[in-house]
């Protein structure tokens, strides 16, 4: 079994995507300025493969890899491009642009691929450029067939929820966003449910929580997990505070099934987590 661990090129951040093959080990593939995609071999630190993207910005080099590990497709050139190159080849197979014209569009980390490898989802935010205004557009999620090649365009638009970053799709084929909530989203025909109640969470003891969903953890566990920060009162009148916590809200991506939990006191600054695979 080999493994992957993906990261940034502003912030490292852990992901997993396996892979089968005889030469079985973890590889670290991350972005990196002025134009490079890095694949590390974990264990012995060493850089074994320096691909060229070929982009115009490498930043800010949001990263997921293919569920075959061949693939890392990643967010590029300011929010706007997704390019895909074969990491074993350094050959890009892969490339949408998402702008065109006077409108400019940016995806806020929000990328991701279908559990059997063969579409790519973004949720873009479009701006469409005036000449003496910028007009604000509705948010699109955009589906992309995988094998579409070096000029691909959507094969499906369907609204999105506004402020979407981070994105994971599950076995069934649902795709869920962080938000304002985590929302689950059928691609086939774009009907959006919330998965986790997030700032609409019904807790009154608690302050509403602090999400930063902004670093991809990958799928190497089976699941969607965000962290959040929230105060915790001695009642529901919310004057006397208790405690502040550390919690997260996962996604199951084999089931489904959805937790929201506390599991620390705030004492020290988090950005993402993977549960332990080995625990």
Known sequence: MKTFLTGLSLALAGA??????AEARDLLVTVARPDNLYVIDAASREVIKDCKIGSEHATPGITVMSPDGHVAYMLLDR??????????TCERVFFARQS?????????ASITVSRDGTRLYTVRNPVRHHADHYEVMEPEFAVFDTAAGLDAKPIAIHPAPRRSTLMAADDTGKVYIAGHDIYAVDPETGETGVAIANASWDRPTYSGPDVLAFWPIGTQNDEFMLLYSAAVFTDEKQEELADFVWGYETVDL???????????SFEVIMFSAVRNPNA
């Open 100 to 108: 065109e014209d006077k409108v400019i569009r940016r995806s806020i």
């Open 254 to 264: 084999k089931t489904g099934a959805t937790e929201i939990k506390d599991f620390a």
């Open 16 to 21: 997993l995507a396996p892979a089968t093959g």
């Open 79 to 88: 929010w706007q491009n997704v390019v895909g190159v074969n990491i074993d």
